[in-house]
Nanobody
Framework: QVQLVESGGGLMQPGGSLRLSCAAS????????MGWYRQGPGKQRELVAT???????NYADSVKGRFTISRDNAKNTVYLQMNGLKPEDTAVYYC?????????WGQGTQVTVSS
């Protein structure tokens, strides 16, 4: 089972940018579909973006054109570049690794967008 550690969260003003990173332990990282999810205050956890091992991406409509998911299979790391941040992006962001119907979650990193 892969272990995931997120980093890069913080406080940012509206319109600003942040980059989240998620480092994965274990082997066969490229076999996993990696994803970012978020859970805002009083809300359910929701999909932000996913990326397959060969780089096919999928985004929630709310972040299309602002967020970019990418991965470096040599470094066992997935990234989420967040531009044009809005207050409604405030949430705990979680990294997810999925393969053969099984998933692992990181501990989450807080992103707060506020002036």
């Amino acid at each position: 089972q892969v272990q995931l550690v997120e980093s890069g969260g913080g406080l940012m003003q509206p319109g600003g940018s942040l980059r989240l990173s998620c480092a994965a332990s274990g082997s066969r990282f490229s076999f996993y579909v990696m994803g970012w999810y978020r859970q805002g205050p009083g809300k359910q956890r929701e999909l932000v973006a996913t990326i397959t091992g060969d780089g096919i991406t999928n985004y929630a409509d709310s972040v299309k054109g602002r967020f970019t998911i990418s991965r470096d299979n040599a470094k066992n790391t997935v990234y989420l570049q967040m531009n044009g941040l809005k207050p409604e992006d405030t949430a705990v962001y979680y990294c997810n690794a999925r393969r053969l119907g099984l998933g692992s979650w990181g501990q989450g990193t807080q992103v707060t967008v506020s002036s």
